[in-house]
Nanobody, 123 residues
């Protein structure tokens, strides 16, 4: 499975960005897709995930009600819509694919990773 993340950039606090993650190499609707982020000098952390097919979504408490994960199985693409961005959301954002389809919050459960895209939120 190959994953290509895109959409990062510089945005002011309160603004919005949408990240995309295009997948190839395996039937997309069989994959759970997760989003993680790694702030500067910190460990990678779970942001959210969507289960396989059109399954439910899960979010970290820090982004709940501000971020929305969706998927378009016809385009083999997952999205992370980020609204009301805060400076503490600054990080490299990664998408990941879980062959098990569960949408786990655990990094080790993900089998494939994209290359990361930088999101910088200025105050």
């Amino acid at each position: 499975v190959q994953l290509q993340a895109s959409g990062g950039g510089l945005v002011q606090a309160g603004g919005s960005l949408r990240l995309s993650c295009a997948a190839s190499g395996r039937p997309f609707d069989s994959l759970a897709m997760g989003w993680f982020r790694q702030p500067p000098g910190k460990e990678r952390e779970f942001v959210g995930a969507v289960r396989y097919s059109d399954g439910p979504t899960y979010y970290a408490d820090s982004v709940k009600d501000r971020f929305t994960i969706s998927r378009d199985n016809s385009k083999s693409t997952a999205y992370l819509q980020m609204d009301s961005l805060k400076p503490e959301d600054t990080a490299v954002y990664y998408c990941a694919a879980d062959l098990g389809g569960s949408g786990s919050p655990t990094l080790a459960d993900y089998d494939y990773w994209g290359q990361g895209t930088l999101v910088t939120v200025s105050s």
